[in-house]
């Protein structure tokens, strides 16, 4: 029998139980106490993203590429302060959420442009690249293409987050809740800060500002870094 593929594996769980319970997550609909954990999380991990970015006080005249954008969370509210942000993700669904989000929030601007595409096969040039919350989903060698991939299209600065390995023994205990019952559809791999960075030197960058996002379920390392 062959064995799917990270990517396949991923792709097929946003569009289908993942959707569900990610668009759940990323909403503010009624969620189980796990969830709402991992939502407060997430909203803190986006919420120091777009605070580095206002302080930086250009946003509207940055081009951002969103790369796995999920259901918009962060590229909605770029756009909604100005930003031009490219947003793309793997699965259709997720895209197709996020869309409708953007329509619902920003009505017909013209500063989102949203695609089904996953970020290996992205093309252009853009001002900032951001990943965030994407690199859980492939182990240690897929990771170091897709961030150098991710840096080849970033023409100043790349912003990604993602698990680092030093939280390992307590995300594993708690893995679980990630990804619990039927939707047990795709591992969590976690990533060695050191490694994370030395990929971005490699790549011509140099992490300026640094974050980190603890509650009980969600861990998230955010690493700002720009063209040396
Ligand atoms: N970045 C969003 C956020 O923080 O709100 C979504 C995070 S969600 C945990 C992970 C997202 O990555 C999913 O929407 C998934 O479909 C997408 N994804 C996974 N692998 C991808 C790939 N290779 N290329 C593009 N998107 C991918």
């Not at 990270?6 to 609909?29: A, L, P, Q």
């Not at 590229?75 to 793309?88: E, N, R, W």
């Amino acid at each position: 029998m062959k064995v799917a593929d990270d990517k396949t594996i991923v792709r097929e769980y946003f569009n289908s139980t993942g959707f569900d319970r990610w668009r759940r997550i990323y909403g503010d609909g009624e969620v189980n106490k796990v969830q709402l954990d991992i939502r407060n999380g997430h909203q803190q991990t986006v919420d120091t993203v777009i605070g580095w970015l206002k302080d930086d006080g250009n946003l509207p005249q940055l081009s951002i590429c969103d790369a796995g954008c999920g259901v918009g969370s962060l590229s909605i509210p770029l756009a909604a302060d100005g930003a031009k942000v490219y947003a793309s993700d793997i699965s259709e669904k997720m895209v197709t959420e996020a869309k409708d989000r953007a329509l619902q929030a920003l009505g017909n601007s013209e500063n989102t442009i949203f695609a089904v595409q996953d970020l290996e096969s992205l093309g252009g040039s853009y001002h900032t690249v951001i990943c965030l919350d994407v690199l859980i989903h492939y182990p240690q060698e897929k990771v170091e293409e897709m961030i150098s991939h991710l840096c080849s299209l970033a023409k100043s600065r790349v912003i990604m987050s993602f698990a680092p390995k030093t939280w390992a023994l307590t995300i594993l205990k708690k893995i679980g809740s990630f990804f619990p019952g039927p939707s047990k559809a795709t591992r969590a791999y976690l990533h060695r800060e050191a490694d994370v960075v030395k990929i971005l030197q490699n790549n011509g960058f140099s992490v300026q500002r640094q974050g980190m996002t603890k509650t009980s379920f969600y861990y998230s390392r955010l690493l700002e870094a720009t063209r040396k």
